[in-house]
C-alpha cells in the first residue's frame, strides 16, 4: 500500500466517478483502475461498489475516506517538516526533454542540483512536483492544472515548432494548410494532444489520429511521408536531424510556439528549492512570446506576455 494509491482512493471516493478522478489526477483511467484494484487487494475488502453506469463507495470504502483523509494530511505535515529540515539534501530536479545547457552554472552557488533520470511526460512530471516526488520540473502545464495541483509556474524556455513536409520546398506554410497528430495513447500525450487539438481548432489545421505512438522518430517521418499536407514537428522532435527526403518549412499565420515552465509547489518554503527555481528562471525574458501574429493555448500560464 503506497500513499500515492490512498490519494486515487480519496479522489475516487469524492468523485464518484473514474474519469473524472482521472483527469482531476492527471493520469490514465486505465492506470487510475488498476491502482484501486491493487489497494484493495492489498487492504482485503472491497472499497467500491461499481457497474456501467455508476460508482459508489462500499460500507467499509466509506468507513475508510475519513481515516485516509486524516492519515494523507499527516503525511503532508510531515513532507513539510522534513523539507523543512532537509535544507542541505540536493533539489531534484525532473523534465522531459529539455533543460537549458547552463542549468548547473545558473544555481551555481545556490543549490545543489540533482537531476532526474526518470523522463515521463509533462502532465506526469507536474504530477511528481505535486506529490513531493521532484522539488522542481520542466514541463509544459496549463494554467488550470497548475491551480488544480498548487503548483507555481514560471517560464523558461519556448520552442518555435515546424512542419516538416516532403521535397525540397522549404518556404513559410500557413497554420490552416497542414496537419497535426494527435495519438490515442494519452498515457504518454496527453499534454501533446491537449495542444494539437486546441491547435487545429484554432487555426484550421488537420488533425490526423494515430495508434502507433508515431509523434516523434522515425515512424513520425513515415506519416510525413504519406501526407498530402506538411506535418506539425512535436517539441520532442524538434532537435532531430531529417532524413534527406524530407524538409523543415516555419508556420506562419500564426507562429506557433510551445512553452516550458518551471514548475515548483505554490506553497514551497524551503529555501533552497525557492533560490534555485528564481535563479534558474531570472535572465529568462518573453522568449518571443510578444511577437505579432504568434499563438499559445487559451489556457497557457505565459499567454499574457503575447499581450
Known amino acids: 500500500m503506497e500513499l500515492r494509491q490512498l490519494r486515487y482512493f480519496l479522489a475516487v471516493a469524492e468523485e464518484l466517478h473514474f474519469g473524472r478522478a482521472a483527469a482531476r489526477l492527471l493520469i490514465a483511467g486505465p492506470s487510475l483502475s488498476q491502482q484501486i484494484k491493487a489497494l484493495e487487494r492489498d487492504l482485503g475488502v472491497p472499497l467500491f461498489a461499481r ?20 492519515l494523507l494530511d499527516r503525511a503532508d505535515e510531515l513532507r ?91 518556404s513559410p506554410v500557413r497554420a490552416a494548410d497542414i496537419a497535426v497528430l494527435v495519438d490515442d495513447d494519452v498515457t504518454s500525450w496527453q499534454s501533446w494532444n491537449d495542444y494539437a487539438e486546441e491547435f487545429a481548432r484554432d487555426t484550421g489545421a488537420v488533425v490526423r489520429r ?37 524538409v523543415r518549412r516555419p508556420v506562419v499565420d500564426p507562429e ?13 518554503d524551503r529555501a533552497d528549492v525557492v533560490a534555485a527555481a528564481e535563479a534558474i528562471v531570472r535572465t529568462v525574458g518573453d522568449l518571443g512570446l510578444r511577437r505579432a501574429g504568434v499563438w499559445l493555448p487559451a489556457d497557457d500560464p505565459h499567454r499574457a506576455l503575447g499581450g
Open 80 to 170: 513539510r517538516h522534513a523539507r523543512r529540515l532537509s535544507g542541505s539534501r540536493p533539489v531534484r530536479i525532473g523534465y522531459v526533454n529539455w533543460l537549458p545547457p547552463d542549468l548547473t552554472k545558473r544555481t551555481a552557488g545556490v543549490a545543489q542540483l540533482y537531476v532526474d533520470a526518470w523522463v515521463v511526460p509533462s502532465h506526469q512530471q507536474a504530477a511528481r512536483v505535486a506529490d513531493g516526488s521532484l522539488d522542481l520540473a520542466v514541463c509544459w502545464v496549463r494554467a488550470a492544472d497548475a491551480a488544480r495541483l498548487g503548483l507555481r509556474a514560471d517560464l523558461l524556455g519556448a520552442d518555435r515548432l515546424y512542419a516538416v513536409a516532403v521535397g525540397t520546398d522549404t
Open 51 to 70: 457497474d456501467r453506469r455508476a460508482v459508489a463507495l462500499t460500507s467499509a470504502g466509506a468507513a475508510l475516506v475519513p481515516e485516509v483523509r486524516a
Open 256 to 268: 506557433v510556439l510551445w512553452t516550458w515552465s518551471l514548475v515548483r509547489r505554490a506553497d514551497e
Open 210 to 246: 494515430i495508434h502507433n505512438g508515431a509523434i516523434t522518430g522515425p515512424a513520425f517521418f513515415d506519416h510525413v511521408r504519406v501526407c498530402t499536407t506538411p506535418v506539425l514537428n512535436s517539441p520532442k522532435g524538434q532537435t532531430a536531424p531529417l532524413p534527406p527526403d524530407l
